[in-house]
């Protein structure tokens, strides 16, 4: 059944959403009518530490319109904790007098239209007990701890400091990654609904039953008294999902006793979601002459909040990459007076494969060796930390095809020494990557007499196809065009499906839909006709057979995935750059890329394309254009909006070429699906950064690579 089906998949299908989505018809969570909102708006905090000593309220509540304020004095107290985005404490919002960091929420005006909620608001004078806040790294004040690893300690292997001291090439250096805001077009508004005791939110999540569970916990109501709705979601890529805020617009929908929609504006997005952390990484590489690794040292430091624990710890990836006998790594969490971080496209990978990609560039060099070629030598089928077979591993097809393709064999190794006029030329590549995860996952689909099915799943619509994907499954498993196949998602009344996170959804839903198909065909070949109805769970191995169950009870769950005691399972991928740097102006212009990714099945051939691409795109923007600056006397984002937050245009993006290397994967799953929607912005930063090397002989250590830090070194 699966071979079969994994045979129909990976041809181009157009989204069964799209003309919804072109049309205006298809309704994101703020577009879903409410009857007789009240419009709330937040009042957030000017300082980054320290306590709130009153509030004078009187001007905000002069305002016409205005209903009600809601702030720690009258709300505060009787509350469970809120969690952060890794299910631990974290920043704490309306509970106290408490700031913790700059821009965090400490009321809420509700009023009958928005623009009254937002002049009250814009009124209210705050006086607060300020302490000199600590902003981020070498910011007196800051604590640092060795973080705490989950899933047993830090990778390590062998004796990695004395094989470096002995090693004949060796590469020691210092990166860093900065401050990064997600800046989803759609924002992160919430609507919250009262009816008889039951709460219905209509919030853009990644995770709709995580969502319903979170918010059911912070209020203390039982969670089949909750309902969260998010058919489609405008962006999200990590920052959408479980969060402090909800529940107190659920709160404030409770003591109006209306609904309450909140919006919030774009600066505040960047205080009041999450974001990417920034970093500093340490790398030791110590090679033999002909190129193979005998150590490999990772350690790296995370700035978070104060009370929270959040970190990415990116070696548990970057450990994995290449074949070495010595190996060892460690992650630090720095505690800053900033908002909890959270998850952004590829969280680990994508600082973290930075700093060894371009480690592995600097070896090469160090080498005189040709950067693909010192991929292959310490290539490996094996896990090089615990020994673990990879399910399967393509690295090195991609490389090869992309390289071919791109024309990396016409590179001039000697840095500098290519020019086109007024331009230095570079070419560079890295490696990507993503583990395969999955999650627990239940559905139900039903087929009827005249050919179609309608399939029902929590499933997540955050830009990337996955009703699609799931209507290709079903189609594909009982004989139908996915046009044929009706599919509902994005509310909680449905079967669950794990947080579209660390990449698993796709893989995830379809192992499930395609389960409940099978039970359907088996009940076709038993004879039975008219309206058939099937209903399926599927718990991946290495997670507790509970794991359903356990997310309808509100209980996190997990992916499984790095849990896995067979195999180690991975994505790969290769990316390459031609560059051009302004002789002058130390302008970068990107000129080509092509990037090759080897992810097991594919569904949608489109779909997929365009996951690949976009973040191939997001990845430039990350070595080029986005840094979250900061001001580090006040701990406050300068610059907090989509004019002073560098993102890229089409003027920044060239031709972009993307390879699907095919590959058959028995071992990841019984689909084979390996999960595409992080991958490609990984280790484009470095490829970035290694092809800007090739043109001026300059190495940027530290992203993002403006102009600035071109000026000096180039002749
Ligand atoms: Mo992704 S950052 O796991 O939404």
Redesign the pocket.
């Known amino acids: 059944m699966s071979d079969a089906l994994t045979r129909q998949l990976g041809k181009p299908v157009l989204r069964i959403d799209g003309v919804a989505k072109v049309t205006g018809a298809a309704r994101y969570p703020s577009d879903e009518p409410v009857r007789n909102p009240v419009f709330a708006y937040l009042i957030v905090s000017r300082i980054a530490r320290g306590r709130i000593e009153s509030f004078d309220l009187a001007a905000s509540r002069a305002v016409p319109g205005v209903i009600e304020i809601l702030t720690h004095e009258n709300v505060g107290g009787d509350f469970a904790p809120p969690m952060g985005p890794d299910g631990k404490a974290t920043t704490t919002t309306l509970e106290s007098d408490q700031v913790w960091h700059a821009g965090q929420i400490i009321g809420i005006v509700l009023a009958a239209t928005f623009e009254a909620a937002r002049e009250a608001a814009q009124r209210a004078v705050v006086s607060y007990a300020e302490e000199a806040p600590s902003a981020t790294f070498d910011s007196p004040g800051v604590t640092i701890q060795p973080h705490k690893p989950e899933k047993g300690p830090d990778p390590k292997k062998g004796d990695a400091a004395a094989a470096f001291a002995a090693a004949a090439f060796k590469v020691d250096a210092h990166y860093s990654t900065p401050t990064q805001h997600h800046n989803p077009i759609e924002l992160f508004s919430v609507t919250c609904a009262w009816t008889g005791g039951k709460l219905t939110i209509y919030e853009p999540t990644?995770f709709m039953w995580g969502t319903k569970a979170s918010v059911a916990r912070q209020l203390r109501v039982d969670a089949d008294d909750v309902r969260a709705i998010s058919r489609f979601i405008g962006g999200?890529?990590?920052s959408k999902g479980p969060n402090p805020r909800t529940q107190w617009i659920a709160r404030a929908a409770q003591r109006v006793g209306r609904p309450v929609k909140l919006v919030p504006t774009r600066d505040q997005g960047f205080t009041i979601g999450t974001h990417r952390a920034e970093t500093r990484q340490h790398l030791q590489l110590g090679a033999a002459a002909d190129g193979r690794l005998v150590s490999l040292f990772h350690e790296g430091w995370e700035v978070t909040s104060r009370p929270s624990p959040y970190n990415v710890a990116g070696v548990e990836s970057t450990a994995r990459m290449y074949a070495c006998p010595n190996i060892e790594t460690a992650v630090n969490v720095v505690h800053a007076d900033r908002a909890t971080p959270g998850?952004?496209?590829?969280?680990p990978e994508t600082p973290y494969m930075f700093a060894l990609e371009s480690a592995m560039d600097e070896l090469a060099q160090a080498l005189k060796m040709d950067p693909v070629e010192l991929r292959r030598v310490n290539d490996t089928q094996t896990d090089p930390v615990d020994g673990k077979p990879f399910s399967s591993r393509s690295l090195m097809k991609c490389f090869d095809q992309a390289a071919a393709r791109f024309g990396w064999s016409r590179r001039n190794a000697t840095p500098g020494a290519t020019r086109d006029g007024d331009w230095l030329v570079g070419m560079g590549c890295a490696t990507a990557c993503y583990p395969s995860n999955l999650g627990p996952a239940a559905a139900r689909v039903a087929l009827t007499a005249d050919g179609k099915a309608s399939v029902q799943i929590a499933g997540h619509e955050i830009g990337t196809g996955a009703y699609t994907t799931v209507a290709i499954i079903a189609a594909g498993a009982l004989g139908l065009k996915p046009q044929d196949v009706t599919v509902t998602m994005g509310d909680s009344n449905l079967p669950p499906l794990m947080i579209?996170?660390?990449?698993n959804n796709a893989a995830s839903a379809s192992l499930v839909v395609a389960k409940a198909c099978e039970q359907i065909r088996a009940r076709i070949a038993e004879g039975q006709t008219g309206r058939i109805e099937a209903y399926a769970e599927n718990v991946p191995q290495g997670l507790p057979s509970s794991a359903v169950a356990d997310m309808e009870k509100g209980k996190p769950s997990m992916l499984s995935g790095s849990g896995r005691k067979d195999v180690t399972a991975f994505a790969f991928g290769a990316h390459f750059v031609e560059l051009g740097v302004h002789r002058l102006t130390r302008e970068v212009r990107v000129r080509r890329v092509v990037s090759a990714f080897a992810a097991g099945t594919i569904v949608n051939e489109l779909a997929a394309h365009s996951q690949f691409m976009g973040g191939t795109i997001w990845g430039l923007s990350a070595a080029l254009h986005e840094e979250t600056e900061i001001d580090v006397k006040a701990a406050r984002y300068v610059n907090n909006n989509l004019a002073d937050y560098l993102v890229p245009v089409n003027a920044d993006i060239p031709d972009i070429e993307i390879i699907m290397v095919p590959e058959t994967d028995e071992r990841v799953n019984a689909l084979g699906i390996k999960g595409i929607?992080?991958i490609g912005i990984v280790g484009m930063n470095a490829a970035v950064a290694n092809a800007v090397f090739n043109a001026t002989g300059v190495r940027i250590r530290a992203l993002p690579i403006r102009a600035e830090k071109l000026l000096q070194g180039l002749a």
Do not use: L
């Open positions: 990644q999200a890529f990590g998850f952004m496209r590829a969280p579209a996170g660390g990449s929607g992080e």
